[in-house]
């Protein structure tokens, strides 16, 4: 089941306190529960997969052909529809829903979300340029990216080049988000630390690709505290 993700929506910033005394920046995350909406088949598309839909829609939003494909599955319209490639399609039915339970024995998670856009911003904004000169003959161009071009060959502005521009609003992800804690009943993601995007803002969340071998915040406060026991025996 942790080959599949959900999708949340951001909900905002808190912070979490231990026994040890140390507060923890956290980022809570409302998550929707997953439904199946058809299993793709081998035999018909060359590959096993599992349709996933989240969130809700309202029917007038729809296309003629997605009603007739809702209606089809008898299932209520779903506002996002995402393809998984599983490796074993007998575990899942149609009409199943899964939430925040496929995330039990997780640590670290892999986040997707879109950044907040900021607009048109400059080249030391938006690239970290030093700018150039703040004196001695330049003139009213402190800000500027300096040249971009050549002279004759090639002569031309190659594609790609940091310039100013749109920066922001785009998707990004982060891997290896440790789960603080999870909130079954209301269906609350705890995620260590802070994650693209401002408030409102749709996560997609998957069980993370690497395999990571480094503590949590939890073993990390365990640990400390048997070390500090172990020389009280010594002494003894």
């Known amino acids: 089941m942790t080959e599949l993700a959900l999708i949340g929506k951001k909900i905002g910033m808190t912070r979490e306190f231990y026994k040890s005394g140390q507060s923890i920046p956290v980022t809570v995350v409302k998550m929707d529960k997953a439904r199946v909406i058809q299993i793709i088949l081998k035999d018909k598309r060359g590959y096993d997969a599992v349709l996933l839909g989240y969130g809700k829609i309202k029917n007038s939003r729809l296309s003629k052909s997605m009603k007739g494909f809702y209606s089809k599955k008898n299932t209520e319209p779903k506002k996002i529809l995402k393809e998984f490639r599983v490796t074993n399609t007998e575990n899942f039915k149609e009409g199943n829903e899964f939430g925040l339970e496929i995330f039990k024995e997780v640590k670290f998670v892999d986040i997707k979300s879109k950044t907040i856009g900021k607009g048109f911003a400059g080249s030391m904004k938006r690239h970290n340029f030093s700018g150039l000169r703040a004196t001695h ?67 997609l969340i998957k069980k993370s690709a690497k395999n990571i071998k480094k503590l949590t915040i939890t073993e990390k406060i365990e640990a400390a505290e048997k070390a500090k026991k172990i020389p009280e025996k010594k002494k003894k």
């Open 137 to 203: 003959g330049v003139s009213v161009s402190h800000r500027s990216h300096g040249s971009t071009g050549q002279r004759q060959d090639p002569g031309k502005v190659f594609k790609g080049k940091k310039m100013a521009g749109h920066m922001g609003d785009k998707i990004r992800t982060i891997q290896n988000i440790e789960i603080v804690k999870s909130d079954l009943e209301n269906n609350l993601l705890y995620l260590k630390g802070s994650i693209p995007g401002s408030k409102n803002t749709e996560v």
